[in-house]
């Protein structure tokens, strides 16, 4: 295979990186008030609702999934009938009230028995499926303490989560088009590493291991499936015999970063189980019921880790449309007053500020970009500079010559060469690279 | 005063009618295995989406919010600490690992303590204030089982939360600026009552409790602050002696729809205890550290009880922007193909959907309306009537003229008279309509 010409180093731990990251650009804290969960501060909160309005974009109206907000506590009994209370009991955590009732929850790992919930309560027709429900709620896994680290190793998570319910002959293209929203993250949007060009990210398959569930011609038949798959999508992929889930073969992605480190993100799992414990069905079109098949998947996995692997191979030079701090606004000489009000009006322009004494409300969809501005009186160069330390990804920069032209002095982070706009040219310029995720 | 004149009703049982909506225009569910959770379906998710949209775009760029994703679950030694653990202790649900370990953590019924945190975690300076932190983090509170019912007596929901670390002389200007946000709310985008014009919500502040804490001369300072800003703001307001939380004063308001009924909704309460409990302070100008005052504010209060107060008065009849059902599409003609063929183009139009083949991605901030399309061999007049039981705003017909013409046929729910539009018109009109909360 290719994939032997790629020097794989196991998975470092990125939680250096990121915390010097984080401190530096103040993205998120940790605490031993609560170990595991994250606090996103404002910088790495605009980055985590970024991301995943990036997903649900291309779920929603590229993929038809449609998004489901669904409860974080369910009765003991429900777990018991998913089997997580039986396989998955010592990494869940129990709630309970207070009061003398004392029911008996568990705060959720995840989203699956959740959505078969929301299938199995109404008569579901074949003209429904595929079913593709997404749900992004917080997740909670009891992670043994001494393993918690920054952004990889946590109690609290949320991840990019879909549950197709399909009939069996839906499977073959509903997991392509999986491949291929996977393909367009890690290969267009996302890519960690360019100069690999076809091998950012590798595909591996895990066959039916020695415990299993269900039937063996049904394995064989899902397996065979799988490889047709991959196959035909014409990547090269890997063979991972007996490593599947206990209740379906899966389809891993790795994704290889700039320093040959790989990470596991996104997944693709079959599931025969949770359909039949949860006994769901559909109508088929000779009105008898049939057992519909669930696929599990994501694509950036848990949205924190996929922040971890960015920060680890961006160190915090974030690209434009992610970076919490996108311009900074530098008046040349801070004395000057016509320069220090340009740099106001621009900030505001390009904050896309509202006039909190207008009764108008700043309109759904609209732009607003992270620009700072630095009028602290130090020298101008001193002031670049520091933009510069904080990976802003633009600097412009305001003279009396671009007052009195209308023309701004604007620069990359990477390239001193200055480029002279006006302030619609650099808010449209923004708006473009926002939009299209550059 | 001026409110006399509305005949108050008592909050009466908006359950029937939210889930006679919510039956009809599938919005959610509720289920025994999680008893008071929102299963928010995929209708009620974007319409939920919408609001807290809305909110977070009003909050930041317009009153200097910054958002924050903080942990759910803290150690119980937070909620001692905030007093949670003594006077809330009932109402909260209690969360353990399966492990031995046996930390005993408090699932969070408040967004309060856990923002205190991220306030102390840093060196905080007077330049830094007002810090006004949001979150719309998801919030359990163990309500008795007895009195759950639909949308508005839960145990978990979200709020528009928020909180603001100030210095004493900038909370008149805070709590003004949460009068500004709530008044452009409740007249101008959520108009429950029109005809009320300014008696659309009122205002009510309550004093210092008989049980309270603090200094009766900080309380004193605190009303008057409070009073003086409601007779500046220039609206009716009604004095509750002695109803304050034992914390601080309160503004309530409540608004009134178009039974008459009122509803609470949004909140500003001043807080000089949690500061205190959590030794919060800042660097004051002379560097000596002083402590802030906290207001924690709502507009909405609870989304979920607010999406119930929407449905009581609007019956399924959403606005526009909220409506899972924005635009039927409809052929006269379902044989007819060239009447089909226009139809599905402007349903993939409307609804701004990707080719899943293109490796493109959905751009940010694109509108995707909520347009179907109802190719069903019924009669057109039946589609028709189909289409407006089931609240859509618009009827787009679509019949062999218009084909010919590239001018479709449209209706607005409420008014048979028909214009006709191209399909960039039509486009552009929603687009406006969205944009403006219309
Ligand atoms: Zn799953
Ligand atoms: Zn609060």
């Given at each position: 295979s290719n994939l032997s010409k790629i020097a794989k180093k196991p998975p470092g731990s990125s939680a250096d990186a990121s915390h010097e990251v984080s401190n530096r650009q103040k993205l998120f804290i940790t605490?031993?008030?609560s170990p595991g969960s994250i606090f996103f501060l404002p910088n790495g909160t605009k980055i985590f609702n970024k991301l995943i309005q990036f997903m649900k974009l291309q779920q929603q109206f590229k993929y038809g999934f449609k998004e489901v907000v669904t409860p974080l506590i369910y009765r003991k009994s429900l777990w018991e009938q998913s089997g997580h209370w039986d396989n998955y009991k010592e990494d869940m955590f129990r709630v309970e009230?207070?009061?003398?009732?004392k029911e008996e929850y568990g705060l959720k790992p995840m989203n699956c028995p959740g959505h078969c919930m929301v299938f199995k309560r109404f008569d579901r027709s074949y003209s429904e499926l595929p079913l593709r429900l997404s749900d992004f709620s917080p997740l909670h896994r009891?992670?043994?303490?001494?393993?918690?680290?920054g952004l990889t190793r946590v109690r609290k998570f949320h991840q990019d989560d879909g549950h197709i319910f399909c009939t069996p002959d839906q499977v073959e293209s509903e997991i392509a088009k999986c491949l291929k929203l996977v393909d367009m993250c890690y290969t267009k949007v996302f890519p960690l590493s360019p100069e690999l060009a076809n091998e950012v990210y590798t595909l591996e398959l895990s066959t039916r291991p020695e415990h299993f569930i269900g039937?063996?011609?049904?394995?064989?038949?899902?397996?065979?499936?799988?490889?047709?798959?991959?196959?035909?999508?014409?990547?090269?992929w890997e063979l991972n015999e007996a490593d599947g889930a206990f209740y379906g073969p899966k389809i891993d992605i790795k994704v290889t970063d700039h320093t040959g480190k790989y990470h596991q993100v996104a997944t693709i799992q079959l599931d025969f189980q949770l359909p039949e414990r949860f006994d769901l069905k559909y109508k088929d079109r000779d009105n008898t019921y049939k057992r519909p098949i669930m696929i599990h998947r994501a694509v950036f996995g848990s949205v924190e880790r996929f922040m971890a692997i960015l920060i680890d191979s961006n160190h915090g030079k974030w690209p434009f449309w992610l970076n919490p701090r996108q311009a900074m606004i530098i008046?040349?000489?801070?004395?000057?007053?016509?320069?220090?009000?340009?740099?106001?009006?621009?900030f505001l322009k390009l904050r896309g500020q509202g006039n909190e004494n207008s009764t108008d409300p700043i309109p759904l969809n609209s732009f607003h970009f992270n620009a700072d501005l630095d009028e602290r009186p130090e020298p101008v160069g001193y002031r670049i500079k520091d933009a510069l330390m904080k990976n802003y990804s633009y600097l412009i920069i305001i003279g009396d010559k671009e007052v009195e032209t209308g023309r701004y002095a604007i620069r990359t982070r990477?390239?001193?060469?200055?480029?002279?706009?006006?302030?619609?040219?650099?808010?449209n310029k923004f708006r473009e690279l926002e939009k299209h995720y550059k």
């Open positions: 605490d031993p008030i009230g207070h009061d003398t009732s009891n992670e043994a303490s001494g393993a918690l680290s039937d063996v011609k049904v394995w064989d038949y899902a397996e065979t499936v799988l490889k047709n798959i991959l196959n035909k999508f014409g990547k090269p008046p040349v000489n801070t004395k000057r007053q016509g320069q220090v009000d340009a740099c106001k009006d621009l990477e390239d001193r060469q200055l480029e002279h706009l006006t302030d619609d040219e650099i808010f």
